[in-house]
C-alpha cells in the first residue's frame, strides 16, 4: 500500500511539471510523461488501471484500462474508521486481559489455570515491537503482565496457560487474499489473539503458525521476565476461557481516536481490517468481515449530521451539480441553509464531479468565494 502512494506521488509530479499539447502531435513533454506513467503502471502490476485528464482543458493525457472496474482499496478505511468513531466514540479501548480459575497463596503461588484472552486489539505485542511500529502507543504484553503482577503479587505458577483468540473468527486475511494468511497483502495476520501482527520476526517476513498459541507462549516468557517462576513443562495450549473464570488483569490498546491515526494515516491495511472483525464482533453478532461489513454499512446507511450543521462556525461553501442523483441540488442547499453564512453555488449540465466536467466554471466559483473572504 504504501509503495504505491510513493509511485502516485511521483507521477503527481510529472503531471504537474508538464504542459498540456495544444495540438494533436504529442510534445516531448507529453511523451515524457506517458513515459513516466508507463513505468509506474508496470511497477504497479496489471491488476491497477490509470485515468489522467487536464482539468483545465478536458483533455486526456493518459488512459490505461481505465474502463475496467476496480475495488475501491484504501477508501474503504473511510467507511470503517468512520463507523468505528460513530459507533464506539473516540476515547474506547480494545482489551487484552488475564483470567484465572484457582486460587493465589499467601505467598504469592498460584496454582490453577491462566487465560490469555484476546479482545481483537491489533497493536497488542511486545513493548520493542510496540516502539518500532507504533510508537510505544500500543498495548504490550509487558504492561500486562506488570498490572497482573501487582493486583495479585503472584510469584509462581502451578499450572496450564491457554491463549483465547476465540473474540475473532480464525481466518487470518481478508476476500481478496480467499480468507489465507498473506503478510504482504494484508500486512499481518488476523484473529482476536495475536502478538506482533502476527510476525515471527521483527522484519515481518515470517508468520506466526497458530497466533493465539503463540501469544500465550510469549505471555509465559514476559512472566519469567518479571522475575514469577513458570516451569518449563508448563502445558501451553490454545482454548476458551470458562464462565467460571475471574478476570485477574488487563491492558488497554490506545485510544480510538490514536487507533485511527495509526490506521489512516499510513493507511495500515491490518489495523483496518482488525476493526473491521471488531465492528462486527461488538454489532454485528459475529467477529467477521462480514458481520463488520455489514455493520459500516448500516451506520453509513443511518448517518445523519444534519443536526451539527448550525453548530459550524466557519465560513462554508456548498457546490453541486444541477443533475447530482447522489446528492441532489434539494439536499446541498438544505445544507447550505443551515450552516449560519453558508452558500450555495449550482453548476449547470453536471452531475457528482461538477469540478471535473465543468473545472472553469468549477474554479470561477471558487475564487470568487474566496476572494469575497479576504
Excluded at 513505468?39 to 502490476?45: K, P, R, V, Y
Excluded at 508448563?234 to 480510538?256: F, K, M, R, W
Excluded at 443536526?307 to 445544507?335: E, H, M, Q
Amino acid at each position: 500500500m504504501r509503495r504505491v502512494v510513493l509511485t502516485w506521488g511521483a507521477v503527481l509530479i510529472a503531471l504537474a511539471a508538464a504542459p498540456v499539447a495544444a495540438h494533436a502531435q504529442p510534445s516531448p513533454a507529453a511523451i515524457a510523461l506517458t513515459r513516466a506513467l508507463n513505468l509506474g503502471m508496470s511497477s504497479i502490476g496489471g491488476a491497477s488501471g490509470a485515468y489522467v485528464v487536464d482539468l483545465t482543458s478536458g483533455q486526456v493525457l493518459y488512459s490505461d484500462a481505465a474502463a475496467v472496474g476496480r475495488m475501491p482499496a484504501s477508501v474503504e478505511k473511510l467507511y470503517t474508521t468512520s463507523t468505528a468513531l460513530l459507533k464506539l466514540g473516540p476515547t474506547a479501548t480494545l482489551t487484552t486481559s488475564v483470567w484465572g480459575v484457582g486460587s493465589t497463596s499467601p505467598t504469592g503461588a498460584w496454582t490453577g489455570t491462566l487465560y490469555l484472552k484476546g479482545g481483537g486489539d491489533p497493536t497488542f505485542g511486545s513493548a520493542g515491537f510496540d516502539r518500532l511500529a507504533y510508537g510505544s502507543a500500543g498495548a504490550t504484553v509487558q504492561r500486562l503482565v506488570a498490572d497482573l503482577v501487582a493486583a495479585t503479587h503472584i510469584t509462581s505458577i502451578q499450572g496450564p496457560i491457554i491463549g483465547d483468540g476465540s473474540y475473532l473468527d480464525s481466518l487470518r486475511g481478508t476476500p481478496p487474499t480467499h480468507f489465507g494468511g498473506d503478510l504482504p497483502d494484508v500486512e499481518g495476520l488476523l484473529g482476536g489473539l495475536v502478538f506482533n501482527r502476527g510476525f515471527a520476526n521483527l522484519s515481518g517476513m515470517i508468520p506466526q503458525h497458530r497466533p493465539a498459541l503463540y501469544a500465550a507462549q510469549r505471555f509465559a516468557v514476559a512472566l519469567r521476565a518479571a522475575r514469577v517462576a513458570v516451569p518449563n513443562s508448563t502445558p501451553i495450549y490454545t482454548g476458551q476461557v470458562p464462565t467460571t473464570a475471574t478476570e485477574l488483569a488487563a491492558v488497554s490498546s490506545p485510544p480510538l481516536a490514536k487507533l485511527l491515526e495509526l490506521t489512516n494515516t499510513p493507511s495500515d491495511n491490518y489495523l483496518a481490517e482488525t476493526l473491521l472483525k471488531d465492528l462486527g464482533a461488538q454489532f454485528g453478532g459475529a467477529g467477521t468481515t462480514a458481520a463488520g461489513f455489514l455493520g459500516c454499512a448500516a451506520a453509513i446507511l443511518n448517518f445523519d449530521n444534519i443536526p451539527k450543521l448550525p453548530s459550524i462556525k466557519v465560513p462554508t461553501l456548498v457546490v453541486c451539480g444541477s443533475d447530482d442523483a447522489g446528492t441532489p441540488p434539494a439536499g446541498n442547499k438544505r445544507i447550505a441553509e443551515l450552516i449560519p453564512g453558508g452558500r450555495y453555488e449550482e453548476i449547470a449540465d453536471a452531475r457528482h464531479f461538477p469540478n471535473v466536467e465543468h473545472p472553469d466554471v468549477f474554479n470561477r466559483i471558487m475564487m470568487r468565494w474566496l476572494d469575497s473572504r479576504r
